[in-house]
């Protein structure tokens, strides 16, 4: 069943347009804590947030929703998405929220909920939030006498801190290296930088003044232009962007060139591997991930499992499957040895001890294997389901056999827009843009043929 308020990375969109509504917020704060409230004792939640301007009417919205349900409230202010999950367990609350958007711009914002044990909730709470919001009757309330109560506990961040700094090896610093990090203006702000200087590490700080408005805005991992300019221009060692919630990361190397998130779970993989660290016997990633990557783990005699594109399949493949290594090629990585959920920062000292502990560059670190040749290109789609087509079918098919083994063929539609995505990669460049060319044009065809 379609589901109303839910995506993949929980409820999603334009701030005052519904449904991130400060009256729709409430009755999520309502709803989730009537689910979690479970037994006598005090119940608590745990809230953080981005920078974005929304945030703050998101926030009290959601405060006036968990207190009338009868949960205490813990506010964390501007604090990273992993940071929430980690708190959520260390403070053994019931639930955590974090308001966010990730890396959308500052107009959209979300609601992205974690249980008890720090992970996002499964597809089954989702459906019973919605049933109790779509409900006809009002939602439950507190007595009086048990109306919850709401602080903030902004010295939190150093518990998180503390944290990230303990996911280094203790026989790494990062004394003598010269970091640029990019916080896109965004949770990571002031943790990120406090980090990585009490490590040791020399830092340069951009995206670091949000107001309200400017989170991800030409910054952050998916603007990654100015860290590359900050990188030559003070001759850093390595740089780091992060994005809006900083739950991912993409490194800019030495010569300024970037490096996506499969370059950076294969050094990770390696590393881990070698330390004889890895569970698995190899790492998850999406449909996504480059076909050079399979080819560098498979040569390591480490196997790539693929899920469908989404953070949450992939730690649910993790924790089904015992991985401990897991991402997309966006950045989004998740080491199930050291958190939750993904968590740019903490991913990011993983591949600093690689280069402290080698004594090579970034640039000769991260490039563990040559991407295939890989082109995507998106359908828009006004409704219909032209990927059932026969000849669209046959032209999938014809395209298949085209790349046998040596290329894939990933079609698929968008979980967020009215859109049919088409990528292929492989060997030949020139043959990969012919398939993805002529597979965009038959279902550009079908499509209108069904209009």
Same mark, same amino acid.
């Given at each position: 069943m379609a589901r109303r308020y839910f995506g993949t @990375? #929980?409820? *999603? #969109?334009?701030? $005052?347009v519904f449904p991130m509504t400060p009256d729709l917020a409430m009755k999520v704060g309502i709803a989730v804590g009537t689910i979690f409230r479970r037994g006598d004792h005090r119940h608590r939640v745990v809230i953080g947030k981005d920078t974005r301007l929304s945030g703050y009417?998101? %926030?009290t919205a959601l405060v006036a929703g968990f207190t009338a349900a009868g949960l205490d409230v813990f506010l964390l202010g501007p604090i990273p998405t992993p940071a929430v999950a980690m708190l959520t367990r260390s403070l053994r609350a019931d639930i955590g929220v974090m308001i966010s958007a990730s890396h959308n711009p500052f107009a959209d $914002? =979300?609601?992205?909920l974690f249980g008890p044990d720090g992970y996002k909730l499964s597809d089954e709470i989702e459906a019973r939030i919605e049933a109790l919001l779509d409900q006809d009757e009002p939602l439950p309330l507190a007595k009086a006498e048990d109306i919850g109560r709401a602080k903030r506990v902004d010295g939190d961040i150093y518990r998180y801190i503390e944290f990230v700094k303990r996911t280094m090896p203790r026989d790494v610093t990062l004394n003598g290296l010269r970091i640029a990090i990019d916080c896109a203006n965004g949770a990571a702000y002031k943790v990120a930088p406090a980090a990585l200087w009490e490590l040791g590490a020399e830092v340069v700080t951009i995206g670091n003044t949000p107001n309200g408005t400017n989170i991800n805005l030409d910054c952050g991992s998916t603007h990654p232009a100015a860290l590359q300019k900050k990188v030559h221009e003070v001759r850093a060692d390595i740089g780091i962007a992060l994005d809006g919630d900083a739950d991912r990361v993409i490194i800019v190397d030495e010569t300024g060139a970037i490096v996506d998130g499969d370059q950076l779970m294969a050094v990770i993989a390696e590393s881990f591997a070698n330390d004889k660290l890895l569970k698995g016997g190899g790492i998850v990633a999406t449909v996504m991930s480059n076909l050079g990557l399979e080819r560098f783990l498979n040569d390591q005699g480490l196997t790539l499992a693929r899920t469908k594109v =989404? @953070? *949450?399949? /992939? /730690? %649910?493949?993790? *924790?089904h499957h015992d991985f401990n290594v897991g991402g997309e090629q966006s950045g989004h990585i998740v080491l199930s040895d050291y958190g939750t959920t993904g968590d740019g920062? /903490?991913?990011a000292l993983q591949i600093l001890a690689a280069v402290k502990r080698t004594g090579k560059t970034v640039s000769q670190i991260c490039r563990r294997f040559e991407p295939v040749p890989q082109l995507l290109r998106n359908v828009r789609i006004a409704g219909g389901k032209p990927l059932e087509m026969k000849s669209v079918k046959e032209a999938i098919a014809d395209a298949e056999s085209q790349l046998a083994r040596n290329g894939r063929l990933v079609i698929r539609p968008s979980g967020t827009e009215p859109l049919i995505r088409v990528m292929a990669e492989g060997d030949d460049r020139s043959q990969i843009e012919q398939i993805v060319n002529d597979l965009v044009g038959v279902i550009a065809n079908a499509r209108d043929e069904a209009a």
């Open positions: @990375d #929980g409820i *999603r #969109g334009q701030a $005052n009417m998101l %926030e $914002n =979300g609601i992205k =989404g @953070d *949450r399949y /992939v /730690v %649910e493949h993790m *924790r920062l /903490v991913a």
